[in-house]
């Protein structure tokens, strides 16, 4: 059976898991803010000793590729790539938006009250980016895309035009933002979700099984939008 390592590192939390096919083996996470330089390795190292595996068991590397945080996308990816170099093994890498709206449709799955989520409402994962504005997407309930990733400024008539024919789900911390702003009946919210290695592995795991790999030198993060460098003020 084949053993996938997933790393997470997409906002301020990190996290690492281990999966054997479908099977998780074992997982870490931390929501330590900017941990990810300096915890990432000793992660990886647990959870291989925790499963009692060694890296040269693994058989591909799944990365979340972004958007998100620049310096956790930059760190995380750079790992990814080093263990695939190292191990002469794939690399799979998952938007983490689709991460987060596969997290919500699993959660509102477990939580089923009464509403017909095939056909009755939509997921839009969100991560915080900067101010008002976020980095999101659109899709239905079975996950399938109704409006790309993008980088979206929010006010309260945002997303009106689809609210007023559909339930939306907003899913991440992201949806903090807009909570505060939106009045609309229609709005959903699931604030306290955060992207997770462990269903990573369960998405990377599909990818595997179709051969969905990514060309290990060329492959970047999902930036989305340039890291910006502020300079200091100078009295």
């Keep these: 059976m084949m053993l996938l390592l ?27 803010p900017r941990s990810a330089a300096s915890k990432l ?15 040269s068991n693994l058989n591909a590397i ?3 590729s ?19 170099y190292a191990l002469r093994i794939p690399l799979i890498s998952v938007n983490t938006l689709d991460l987060l709206a596969f997290q919500g449709k699993q959660y509102l799955r477990d939580r ?3 509403i017909e989520f095939d056909t009755e409402i939509l997921l839009c994962p969100m991560l915080d980016a900067r101010r008002m504005e976020v980095y ?10 109704i409006t790309p990733t993008q980088a979206k400024i929010l006010d309260q008539k945002s997303f009106d035009e689809i609210l007023d024919h559909k339930i939306i789900f907003f899913v991440g911390e992201g949806s ?44 970047e993060p999902f930036y989305l939008k340039d890291f910006l460098i502020r300079k200091p003020n100078l009295v």
């Design 6 to 32: 997933s790393l997470e590192t997409s906002t301020q939390a990190c996290s690492v898991a281990l999966h054997e096919g479908q099977t998780i083996l074992a997982s870490r996470q931390t929501n330590t």
């Design 41 to 55: 390795a000793v992660m990886i190292q647990e959870v291989l000793e925790q499963a009692d595996k060694k890296p």
């Design 62 to 64: 799944i990365v979340a």
């Design 66 to 84: 972004g958007p998100g945080s620049y310096t956790g996308l930059r760190i995380g990816v750079a790992t990814a790539k080093g263990l695939c």
């Design 112 to 114: 089923r009250s009464g």
């Design 136 to 145: 999101c997407k659109m899709v239905d309930f079975n996950l399938q895309e």
């Design 176 to 219: 903090l933002k807009f909570q505060e702003v939106v009045q609309h009946s229609n709005a959903r919210f699931v604030t306290d979700m955060i992207p997770d290695a462990v269903p990573l592995g369960q998405l990377g795991y599909k990818k595997w099984i179709q051969s969905s790999f990514e060309d290990v030198e060329s492959f």
